[in-house]
Structures are given as C-alpha cells and as structure tokens.
C-alpha cells in the first residue's frame, strides 16, 4: 500500500471532478456535516419518494478523499432503497476498518480502500456518509 | 566551523530528527506545533526523575529540597531570558493556553464587567480568543477585534479609536501561528498604555526566535510555552508585572497558593505562589531550565543569520512551484510559511508529503477566523527551527512537485 494507492486515477477524478455536486432544488432531506478537526463541510441533499433515493447531491469544502467519496456516493445511491443504501455504507464502513478485501456490490467505493491505511483520513472518507445519515434522520421538509 | 558545521553540529543534539517516516528520513517543518527536544533536556527530565524525584516546597528531605532548588533557579533563568524585573513575576503554568486562561479568569474577574470591551486581533490563535469569548459570555462584556490587510499584518489605522474608555484589556500575538508576522507589539503598547489600558503578549511564536524584553516592551503580561522553545511540553510562562499579579485574585485553589487555611478564613501566599496550586510539572520546568543553558551556549548571532538565509531560500525555492500561494507576507516576520496549491486540499498535500518524510501541518491551524478572512478552509503550512537546513527545503520542493503531479496526472 501505498500513496498511488491512496490516490488512484479514481479518485484524483472524482476528487477534482466530482459528480452531482449541486444543491438539489427539491430536495425533502438535507443535512450539513462538519469534520471539526480539519473543517471540511459538506452538504448532502437527498430527494426520497416512496423509500426510494431518487436523487441526491452535494456541495462541499473538502479534499480530494472526502469530495471523491461523497461523489462516488451520490452516483452509487442514486435510485437505491433507503434499507439497500444503510447496507452499503455498513459494508463500505467494514472496508475501512478491516483488513478483508471489497465485495463487488460496493463498485467503485472499492478504490477508497487505501484509506486504511490511513487513519487520520478515515472520517474524510466517511464524513459525506455519516451527513446522508443524518440527513434522513431530519424531518422531511414541505416547505 | 562554519554554519553549516555549526548547524549540523545542532542537529546531532536532536535524536528525534534521525527518524525514519515510512523508509524516508524524517525531515520536520511543524516547528510551530512544538519543536524537537534536544538529547540535554531529554537527559535533564530522565535524570531528575531517575535521581531526585520529589515534590517541591515544603519538603525537609534532600530529594525535595534539590528539587526544589533546581525549580526555581529554573525561574531565574527564565526571569533572564525575558529580562523581568522580579522572579515572582514569572508564573509556571502549564503553557501559554493556561496563562492566557489564568489571566482572562483572574484578571477578568477583578477588573471586566458588563459592556466592557476586550480588544484581539483576527489572527489570533483559537487559545487567545476562546478564553476571552468565555470571559465576555461570563460579564456581558465585548470582543472587539483589530482587522488586518491582505498581506497578513494588523491594520493598526483605527487602533486608537478601538481603544476605548472601556476597553479592559489588549490581548495580542507577539507573532502570528499561521502567518509569520512579527506584529509591532511595542508600538500597540504604548498606544494603550496612553489610555492607561493593560496589554497581553501572546509569546508562543515568538519565543523561540526572537529576544524578548519585557521590560523594554512594557507588557503588562507576556506568555509562552516552553515545548516550542526546544524544551517539554506541560511547562509554560506567565510573566505578569507585580502590581497586575498582586492584585489579582487566586486563578485555581489548592496546595502551595496559600499562607494559611481555617473554615473561616484563607490567607493566599505571595507572589509567583499565589498562581501556583497543586503540584506543577517539576521535570518538565527543570527540563526547560536544561534548555535555556542548552540555548544560552549556542551563537545566537549565527542561529538567528542562519534562520533568516533558511527562510529567504525556502520563499525563493517555493515561490518557483506551479499555482503556490503565501498566506502572510509581512516584511517583518519569521519562518513560519503557510500556503496553498491550486486545486489541491492542503490535507492532501500533508498526507503526500507524510508518505515522503516530510512533516508539515495542513488546516486551520486554530485560526478559524483568519481562515475566514482569506476565505480558506485551511493551508499547508512549513515552519522552520534552527535545525532545519537547505536540503529540508528541497525534500519539501520535490514532495510539493510529487503532490502536483498525482493531481494532474489524469488530465494529461
């Protein structure tokens, strides 16, 4: 392992490219998170119809790892369930913390395993995850 | 011996720098955050704890009375050091984010009220702020800050009408943490002092590379660490002219800050003592004593030429790196650099250059307002020490290069 690993094509490409980083007009959960040890933010919107993501955004502050992992999670949520999208970030949590090799269900989540071996760039990778959480846990907003 | 001799010579007193990171040898720019310790202070703690291990004060045994002894002469290297008139003037406590929060506690209790001002600046680090907002939240008093430019200095065109009627107290950086900038703390004293209001040093950056009087600068309290002064963490300095000291009550109570103890009534000792309570780090304050004397038999002359060439070859080296950008660029400041790269976290860049070796601080820095004000998340950030030499300039060249090409790679 090492910082080629970290820093695959992948990631270099959602990091300084990132996809659905936009606010989402319509959106009926949102929630802002915040890593106070570095002060990366994001901000996750996510429209759910009947227990389906149907979509979901971002816009953030942050580096290369936590741009390109809420990116790769916009991509992989998109048109999932609420109960299928809880699996993945289980799944993608145990990738970072164990030493086991990816499933394929996590797709390109898969290249964020260099993360491990980097612990203080853990909660990068995890941050925009944690906030789509704590994003569905809002109320949903009518307004 | 010529400087390069004489600084490789100091950094064979440091074992620390002989670390290899990830097979790379370690090559350390986080001077900042705390320096490197050299072999005569780890030495110093090891065999006062190996040989005289003791409490301080009030001891009648041998152990305790050379502690005791070696405590306080540490005091008077200190008192030295900064020029204060008294030794009692020289408060140990843990380090500058203590003294910041004993004076703004003791200080404060005494002398802020409601709708008094306390006056900072936008670079202050989190710890001269914090304990202030605290104080504010505690009275109802209020924060008023001193701007700065763009260059990273204090814009001090409205500081006469910042100091006000109720303006309490300045608290204010000697040097700036993430910057570098030496502030004109001489020229601010004197423009509160005609106002008869106190002022607060912030020494953490200074004290470790520049000679500091307190009595030619006038302050009413100076503070500082001594694990950015080469010495251990868990040791620091308030220096406090007598008259503030004395009339200022009590910060923590306990063992050793009292003359006298009844149910009714309490008797607090004298001067530095009354500041003192509890058991303090003994190691640690004489380990800072073995510090001075490890400083005090170096060239200053030739460490303070040799920061200064070391700073102007990194800003010539770094200043030839694609999409670089200072933050800070006062004519009057020392070696601390903080930048960024175009498109490129500085966490990024910290992670890429760890992977090499090299030991840089990357984010705020504890200066969320300043970031703010360059509107930033954070910077990557180099600060040099003495040891620090050419070559360490390089390697962090070569790591920045590195960094830029793992980012562009793709868009080749």
Known sequence: MNIDDLYQELIIDHGTDPRNCHVLNNANHEFEGFNPLCGDKVHVYVLVENDIISDVSFTNKGCAISTASASIMTEILKGKTINAAQDIFKQFQHLLTSEEAAGASLGKLAALVGVRKFPSRVKCATLAWHTFQQALNVRENHG | ?412
């Open chain 2, 1 to 412: 011996m010529d400087t390069n001799s004489y600084i490789a010579k100091i950094r064979s007193n440091f074992p620390a720098l002989n670390t290899k990171v990830n097979n790379h040898p370690l090559i350390y720019l986080d001077n900042a955050a705390t320096s490197q310790k050299p072999q005569q202070v780890i030495d110093a703690i090891s065999k006062y704890y190996a040989t005289i291990n003791s409490n301080i004060h009030r001891g009648v045994h041998f152990l305790s009375e050379t502690a005791t002894e070696i405590y306080e002469q540490t005091r008077q290297k200190i008192q030295n050091t900064i020029n204060a008139k008294f030794s009692q003037e020289c408060i140990f406590v843990r380090g500058t984010t203590e003294a910041i929060n004993l004076v703004a506690s003791s200080f404060g209790q005494k002398f802020v009220q409601q709708r008094d001002e306390i006056l900072i600046s936008v670079m202050e680090h989190h710890s001269n702020i914090v304990p202030w907002k605290l104080l504010c939240e505690r009275t109802g008093a209020k924060l008023t800050i001193i701007p700065i430019t763009e260059t990273g200095e204090l814009d001090l065109t409205g500081l006469d009408a910042l100091l006000k009627p109720n303006t309490k107290i300045v608290a204010i950086s000697h040097v700036s943490n993430s910057l570098g900038t030496i502030n004109p703390i001489k020229q601010i004293i004197q423009q509160a002092h005609a106002k008869n209001i106190p002022v607060l040093i912030d020494g953490a950056q200074a004290l470790p590379h520049l000679k500091v009087d307190v009595q030619d600068l006038d302050c009413d309290f100076y503070v500082g660490s001594a694990h950015k002064c080469y010495a251990p963490m868990g040791a620091g300095l308030l220096y406090g002219k007598r008259a503030w000291l004395e009339k200022m009550p009590p910060y923590q109570g306990g063992g050793n800050m009292i003359l006298q103890v009844t149910f009714d009534k309490i008797t607090y000792n004298e001067l530095p003592y009354k500041f003192e309570a509890g058991t303090p780090s003994v190691a640690d304050v004489i380990g800072w004593g073995a510090a001075i004397d490890y400083l005090q038999q170096l060239d200053y002359a030739i460490i303070a030429q040799h920061e200064h060439d070391l700073y102007a070859y990194a800003m010539q080296k770094l200043s030839a790196i694609d999409g670089i950008k200072f933050y800070g660029k006062a004519k009057n400041k020392i070696g601390i650099i903080s930048f960024t790269l175009e498109n490129i976290h500085p966490h990024d860049i910290g992670t890429i250059a760890n992977e090499y070796g090299v030991a840089i601080r990357t984010g705020h820095h504890c200066n969320m307002p300043l970031m703010d004000f360059f509107g930033i998340p954070g910077t990557a950030r180099a600060s040099l020490a003495m040891y620090n030499v050419n070559s360490d300039i390089d390697q962090l060249c070569w790591v920045l290069n590195k960094t830029q090409q793992i980012f562009h790679r793709h868009q080749k």
